[in-house]
């Protein structure tokens, strides 16, 4: 039998606790609850089947000496209230003689000791109400019952993990008022984007929120690896809560044209699934530099006020109260004494840490796995203090365990963006290695050694289906990954990097590949160090960028869901980027000479939005929006590919494009998409294409070559579609 910790729970869950076990008991008398505030005695009264009066009184207190004297208090009210029963209940747990004294107090008005219930009875009734128990979150740890009938087998959100993940979340969450409004933003928007920097509990306040909606009686969809699985488990007229962690990816993002759709679908969904759907939640976490990364070269999350429904975190926003019980509730999970934890506060000065900027409660579980629950107070407040003064020392001092080589080979895939072909490794570190003046030349064998030493440590392989992509053809093949094992590692590395002059001269000399740019100048930090370098060196940086472009030298490998992507040379990107790191020695595109043109923007596997976006930070000459745009007018194979056409036509004022022609073969198009829908996913998903383009255009409200009743069309198409697709599966 669980004992439950009733004081976990504020003053008015425990009361409506308390009025729901007694509406059980009574059924089916209905019992009166009142507002919160001054109760004059009452916190819930009933007439029962004899009309006589029955007011209840709720105490939440830790100890009988504190209960005692405020029911002294309460016996004036009591008198005036004149209740033919008077029942109590409270979270304290009490003896037989706690229970004596207690009815000689309200004497006459308590009229059996039943009616004194202590924390021992309410346990009693509690266990045997799941229905109750289900509403009351922050008592799941203490119930195997309510955990287990979490967990749906039909779905493997979290089969494996819930369990111990809302024990574990519900032991250290200390709520603030981040999950307050968080919460009002799902209630009004019905979608919520939780962003912030590594480790200010994103993913924390993610669970807490979902326990919430459990309590509701939603069902959870884990989304693990792109939107369309979202897409697949929505159904309809049942309350579901979609969780979609890290939705952006470990890593830096790609820039494919896969990942574009992933995100125009996303943003269908967020706007048509959820708003207008009282039954559905989706949450949605990312680290923060991660978003304005896509942000910069994609609009599509800008689009229609989606960014109105984000909530960045910051671990400053924590009262101190607030940190200090977040860090002692990590320590009571491994056990740390209670004497011992205050003893760090007491002794040693510990709330000056607490309020200092460098504080961040939320900690590393690796951190807390280094203690020893019997450490003394004098180690665990050194300990404490050297990892907040300090965190990057964690990493340093692994960082300077690693010999040369083994160095080379992490500094050489973090800037590579911490996944890469294990061939594509391999041949940045040998380039990195043979060129410094203490290493031998060509040491890949070398380099194979040092991957074992790193494997299950630092740095991942596994042997992976990777798709290679040109404009014709796409061919599967089998390849090793490497990947770096923790992101924060990772941070760790480019920060380094970034704050070290000298280390990033050698590295930008020593690049193979264009991406090993991008990485080390990857954000805002990265552009104003970008800036410290003299002339010359961004010169030598500049030159070796181009050589690296012309000979189209590519590293960087896809992540899309489940699956791994390498396309060919990403020029469109490349000149986005060179052109951000280096404008004067860019010039416009001039210095890159005969590599600009026409045909190399077109033939990109780039989106069409990133191509027009290239051309206008060119000179004028080199290649014309209306030529490039006019290479796609009538060449466009599928729905996506309209849609992002009639978008870059709409927002770069070209209409002209969009004649009777284009319009006759996207209703081609549109009309063959409809016939090839199968399933009701996928027609739900066609329908929300045709809903963006009838809307974007009617919202330019021009003269366009095209009968607006030919939509009416396509959506009784689907509604045909739809209607086949649920006879068939009756």
């Known amino acids: ?74 016996l004036p009210k009591v008198k005036l209230l004149k209740p033919d029963r008077y029942i109590l209940m409270t979270s304290v747990r009490l003896t037989p003689n706690n229970k004596k004294t207690i009815k000689d107090i309200f004497e006459p008005y308590i009229i059996s000791e039943e009616d004194i ?88 306040l993610a669970l807490i929120l979902v326990k919430h909606f459990l309590e509701e009686g939603y069902e959870v969809i884990s989304v693990e690896t792109c939107i369309r699985e979202a897409v697949n488990q929505y159904r309809q007229n049942v309350k579901q809560v ?48 991660v978003l304005q990364r896509v942000l910069m070269g994609n609009g599509i999350l800008y689009s229609n006020g989606i960014l109105s429904a984000k909530y960045t975190m910051d671990h400053h926003s924590f009262t101190m109260r607030q940190k200090q019980s977040i860090l002692f509730n990590r320590l009571d999970e491994i056990g740390i004494l209670k004497t011992t934890q205050k003893a760090i506060v007491d002794e040693y000065e510990f709330k000056k840490l607490i309020q200092s900027d460098k504080f961040n409660p939320c900690m590393p579980d690796g951190f807390f796995r280094t203690l020893d629950a019997n450490i003394e107070a004098g180690k665990l407040a050194k300990a404490l203090y050297q990892y907040f003064e300090n965190p990057e020392e964690i990493w340093l001092g692994v960082f300077n365990a690693l010999d040369e080589r083994e160095r080379c080979s992490i500094l050489a895939l973090a800037t590579m963006g911490g996944i890469a072909l294990k061939d594509d490794w391999i041949e940045a570190t040998d380039t990195l290695i043979s060129m410094s003046e203490k290493s031998s030349v060509n040491e890949a064998m070398a380099i194979v050694g040092a991957l074992k030493i790193l494997e299950n440590s630092l740095v991942k392989t596994s042997l992976e289906d990777v798709t290679y992509v040109d404009v014709i053809s796409r061919e599967k093949r089998r390849r090793h990954i490497v990947r770096l094992s923790d992101v924060s590692f990772m941070d760790f590395i480019i ?110 596997c780039s989106s069409i939005s990133d191509k027009v976006r290239l051309c206008e930070t060119l000179d004028e000459g080199l290649v014309d929006v209306d030529d490039l745009l006019s290479c796609f007018q009538y060449s466009l194979c599928s729905i996506q590919e309209y849609i992002e056409f009639i978008e870059v036509c709409l927002n770069e004022s070209r209409y ?71 006879s068939d599966s009756e």
Request: charged fraction near 30%; include cysteine; glycine fraction near 6%.
């Open 1 to 74: 039998m669980p004992n439950y910790d009733f004081t976990c729970l504020s003053a008015t869950d425990f009361e409506n606790l308390c009025r729901d076990i007694l509406q059980k008991e009574f059924y089916p008398i209905r019992i009166e609850a009142f507002a919160e505030g001054p109760d004059s005695g009452i916190d819930g009264r009933f007439i029962d089947n004899n009309g006589r009066l029955t007011i209840l009184q709720v105490k939440r207190y830790e100890n009988f000496t504190g209960l005692k004297s405020i029911l002294k208090r309460e």
């Open 117 to 204: 219930w202590g924390s021992s009875d309410i346990d009693n009734r509690f266990r045997n109400y799941s229905d109750i128990e289900r509403k009351y979150s922050l008592l799941w740890p203490n119930s195997e019952k309510i955990l287990q009938a979490l967990i749906n087998p039909e779905n493997r959100i979290f089969n494996d993990i819930l369990k111990e993940n809302i024990e574990r979340v519900s032991k250290k969450y200390v709520k603030n008022e981040s999950y307050g409004q968080t919460l009002k933003v799902l209630e009004n928007k019905h979608y919520l984007i939780i962003s912030g920097g590594p480790r200010v509990g994103k993913t924390t």
């Open 242 to 289: 979609f969780l979609f962690d890290d939705f952006l990816g470990m890593y830096y993002p790609d820039k494919t044209s896969e990942s574009d759709g992933n995100l125009r679908i996303l943003s269908k969904f967020l706007l048509f699934g959820f708003p207008s759907s009282e039954d559905k939640r989706i949450i949605l976490t990312t680290r923060e530099y």
């Open 495 to 604: 920060q380094f990097v970034r704050e070290n002059n000298t280390l990033l001269r050698e590295l930008l000399k020593k690049a193979c590949f264009v991406e090993q740019f991008y990485f080390i100048f990857g954000d805002d930090k990265g552009w104003r160090i970008r800036r410290k370098l003299n002339k010359e060196d961004s010169s030598l940086a500049f030159s070796l960028y181009k050589d690296l472009c012309q000979k189209e030298k590519s590293c960087l490998l896809y992540h899309v869901g489940e699956k791994y992507m390498k396309y060919p040379f990403p020029f469109v990107e490349s000149m986005l980027n060179i052109q951000q790191m280096f404008p004067e020695e860019f010039d416009g595109g001039r210095a890159m000479g005969d590599m600009i043109t026409l045909n190399m923007i077109a033939g990109d």
């Open 656 to 726: 002209n494009l969009l004649d009777e022609r284009f319009f006759q073969l996207m209703d081609s198009e549109i009309k063959m998409a409809i016939d090839s829908v199968e399933g009701l996913n996928q027609a739900f998903e066609l329908e929300m294409d045709i809903d963006w383009i009838e809307n974007a255009l009617i919202e330019e409200d021009r003269d366009f070559d095209i009968d607006f009743g030919i939509f009416d069309e396509y959506y009784r198409l689907l509604y045909e579609k739809r209607h086949k697709e649920l």
